[in-house]
């Protein structure tokens, strides 16, 4: 029997894929498995029972990763489940930044209390003109889960499509429109688009990619797109652009205490995945992911270990061990086994980063000797057998 804890309020959805073989528990320090969605966890003393963390959205910031790592626990996200939200939050971003909608809606409630509205209305709407998206050009930055959707329904709009993203996945690829100009740099992204979203993650190569050298080479008036991650733009430079009329408008789903009240800034509270679908699809996941890896040893999703997934063992026995990416490691692994007589039936080995994975199909049980000589390895940080 596993037992899980929630840090936060988790979708029915995804509480119902939960089978008999797993328990609800209010002590976190029982638990085999912690699901989360924005608690904050670095300051969280993990017990030993703990092997994965699942956070039902796609970032991790308020995760231990590397500490988690070193614990060996096995630190799960949901990419893509709450894409969806935020591609139809990014488009209406798009026609916020082209058509003055907040501030005709503002006006309307100054004038709501006077006689003649209607005619107040006519006489002052011009002051709220705007431009449509059919026919601008639209540079996306990143074209993965949510900017490859959204380039393609910008090309049903009738827009012109640029795409920057020189780590796309075949898969990825394969789903784009065909009529997106593929771009290798962003310089071409700044140079021809009258919109830029942005959909990329936070690295050192990312952060404030969108600062005074950046905005230079964009065009007058550009509008620009953030629905990814705050410290993707900087600010001060946004807002001399903004100040100066190169840059037409902001549109930022990350308001601060410096962009929530810079003019021309359309500042959204954090509403991108804020969705009872996006909420549903991340717990469903979340929960479908900790129960692979519990029962099957699988690892789908994970941020600080590597993907691998063996589905059902139907063998004897199945051994994961969860170790340190360095030289030997697998041929210590099978010495051992090997020593007992063995039969490795199936096998799988990926590293990431620092960290690395094997998975042992066995055609027979180990002893509690054998298993204790994997743990023994320099760099084997954590063993487990999967009961069949």
Not at 59 to 84: H, M, Q, S, W, Y
Not at 294 to 320: E, W, Y
Not at 362 to 388: C, F, N, T, W
Request: proline share 3%.
């Amino acid at each position: 029997m596993f037992q899980y804890h929630y840090l936060n309020k988790i979708s029915d959805k995804g509480t119902a894929l939960w089978t008999e073989d797993y328990q609800k528990t209010e002590d976190v320090a029982q638990a085999q498995a912690i699901v989360v969605r924005s608690a904050a966890m670095h300051e969280m003393d993990f017990s030993k029972e703990l092997l994965a963390v699942a956070r039902a959205g796609a970032g991790v910031n308020n995760i231990p990763l590397d500490r988690c790592a070193k614990e060996g626990i096995v630190v799960f996200n949901t990419p893509g489940a709450n894409a969806n939200g935020v591609v139809e939050l990014a488009l209406c971003g798009m026609l916020l930044g082209s058509r003055d909608v907040i501030g005709g809606i503002n006006w309307v409630q100054t004038i709501k209390d006077t006689p003649d509205v209607g005619k107040q209305v006519e006489k002052g709407k011009s002051k709220f003109a705007g431009n449509e998206i059919k026919g601008k050009s639209l540079g996306v930055i990143g074209l993965g889960a949510i900017g490859g959707p959204l380039a393609n329904a910008a090309c049903k709009l009738g827009m012109e499509v640029y795409g920057c993203d020189p780590f796309i996945s075949i898969d990825a690829a394969w789903r784009l429109d065909s009529s997106i100009v593929h771009v290798k740099t962003r310089d071409e992204i700044y140079e021809n688009s009258d919109i830029i979203t942005l959909h990329v993650p936070l690295l050192d190569d990312t952060k404030k990619m969108i600062d005074r050298e950046a905005i230079a080479k964009m065009k007058d008036g550009v509008i620009i797109l953030n629905f990814a991650r705050d410290l993707l733009v900087d600010d001060e430079a946004m807002e001399e652009a903004l100040k100066s009329g190169k840059v037409k408008r902001y549109i930022t789903d990350f308001p601060n205490d410096k962009t929530a009240g810079m003019d021309g800034v359309v500042a959204i509270p954090h509403l991108g995945a804020s969705t009872e679908e996006s909420e549903d699809n991340c717990a469903k996941m979340a929960v479908k992911q900790v129960m692979n890896y519990l029962q099957n040893g699988n690892i789908v999703n994970s941020v600080n270990f590597p993907n691998c997934d063996m589905g059902v063992c139907t063998k004897a026995s199945r051994i994961t061990i969860l170790h340190k990416n360095i030289p030997n490691m697998l041929s210590q692994l099978t010495n051992v086994l090997a020593g007992e007589n063995i039969n490795i039936s199936d096998l799988i080995n990926r590293s990431k980063g620092e960290y690395a994975y094997t998975m042992f199909d066995l055609d027979s049980i180990p002893s509690a000797i054998a298993v204790e000589k994997l743990k023994q390895i320099d760099g084997v940080i954590r063993v487990r057998e999967i009961d069949k």
